[in-house]
């Protein structure tokens, strides 16, 4: 979902997806838009870059519209509407482009050209390229080592406090910094994949944990690139390998007993098991399939992927299917998926406390999915308001509902707040507490246990002023207590929260969009208690998301 500014060397980071769309020019129409194959070009890999997260490679649409050409959907009572970019035109689609929409999409005019806008315009009333497929073979050649397993160090070798470091996501110039959260030092810029979307640690488990969870990270970037990080080597030694499983991906995680990785594409449609160890990619699912509709759907992308804390299993979201499979890893050669039907389009989520349920977006149906990990099915889905998008999630107690959870909302200034404790509450389950007016629709919500308090940030908003702050609510009243303006520099937004290991401290980064490819970012520092700004952590490229080593080993929402 995040959007930015990328100019100069950035274009190469992805110049690799694009190219293998094919290079023919743009196909012409007695009476119809045109591009020359140098804006074709361009503005293919800028569409990879920039819209095919939301709309889909083959602009089928997902948590964005539909942007194909021309269009037919038949409606459950029969009916069959028609639409599509052509219909729209060139100078609609401009407007739209540059300015954004209420519903979610944020303003392109600070990001692209006049002409790139113009270009784009064009280049969504042409038939979409079709990408090509990706093979086991071909994946296997992608890998890297670095350092070889056997020179992995039996203890960390810098004498820091590596359970409160924070791995920081350097988005448009492919890297991952890795900062000391004690003294607030860069230790390094690492090189990653493209845009990288997460960053998953090895995390304790109730049935068979990893060696020291917490030290390995594996990185995904948006061109399927996978690199792993090893926080106990010096920080010039800290990427270990890398392999590529996709060209254009989302996700990652490790089993819970650190053997294995799993890759989410969302092109290819499918999923890639991997030794986490040696990083070789042993298996390939396809993830295309019949959806809940009973339609057939190509371009069937996994969205997220996560290890459940009490199960020998990962949960997958089968975004354009509206399923999640839960994925037996004990037997990779005999692997079992449970296919749980829910609601379209899943996308991001976050567990219960218990480990148990998992909590996620259904952002086209407006609802909260919840999944019974230990049964393997679906428990409850609840009503929430337009496009959920929780992020990491957060889960508190209420003084009147009980233990909660809230998300955020790419469509409208509004958290929306759950019951989540079946066992203790089950009348209340699984049912709307509260909801909270915010000034602008947002990505990101956090909590902690020892924190009074629940951020939300408000990037998804048109009005800079607004993208620029953030609010903090109160677990005791459910009322917003402050808002926060993080920066008021222009091209700027504050997106994304993450506390520290004890929970004293919130870090939101600073995002530099407009000039992404230069160190001026920042991670800004408030006191957790307070809310007062600590400090400013400098000299980064273009910071969103923050992942602490304690917080996300520990599973800590």
Sequence with gaps: MLQ????????????????LLGSAAAPAFA?????????????????????AGCHGVLRKGATGKNLEPHW????????????????????????????????G??????ILSEQEIKDMATYIMLDPPKPPEM???????????????????????????WENFFVVIERDAGKVAVIDGDTKEVLVHIPTGYAVHVIKASEHHKLAEPEDPGRFWYTMGRDGKMTKIDLWQTPDKMLVSEVTVAYDARDVAVSGDGKYIIGGAYWPPHFVISDAVTMEPLKVVSTRGVNVDGDYVEESRVAAIYTTPNEPTWLVAVKELGQMWQVDYSDIDNLRIDKIDSAKFLHDGFFDPT??????????????????????????????????????????????CGPVAGTTHLGVGTVSVWANDPAGRPDEAWKKCYEVETDGPGLFIRTHPNSKYVWADQTKHPDPEVQQAVQVISKETGEIVKTIQVTETDGNAAVHFEFNADGSEVWVSNWNMSDSLEPNG???????????????????????????????SNHVT
């Design 4 to 19: 930015n500014k990328r100019r100069g060397s950035g274009y190469a980071l992805a110049a690799g997806f694009a190219m």
């Design 31 to 51: 009476e119809g838009p045109t591009l020359s194959e140098e804006a074709f070009e361009r503005s293919k890999q800028l569409y990879f870059e920039q819209c």
């Design 72 to 103: 037919k959907k038949k409606g459950k009572d029969g009916t069959v509407t028609e639409g599509g970019t052509l219909q729209l035109g060139q100078e609609r689609l401009e407007k739209i482009i540059a300015w954004g929409t209420e519903g």
């Design 105 to 110: 999409m944020n303003n392109f005019s600070e």
């Design 135 to 161: 093979s086991l073979a071909q994946m296997r050649e992608t890998r890297k080592v670095y350092v070889e397993e056997k020179d992995y160090p039996t203890k960390p070798l810098h004498g820091r406090n």
């Design 355 to 400: 480990g148990r349920y998992f909590q996620i977006a259904a952002n086209a149906s407006n609802k909260m999915v919840v999944v019974d990990t230990k049964d393997r099915k679906l428990e409850a889905m609840i009503d929430v308001a337009a496009l959920p998008h929780p992020g990491p999630g957060a889960n508190w107690n209420d003084p009147k």
């Design 522 to 552: 920042e991670i800004v520092v408030y006191d957790a208690d307070t809310l007062e700004e600590k400090t400013r952590i400098k000299g980064l490229y273009a910071p969103t998301g923050k992942f602490n080593v304690h917080i996300r």
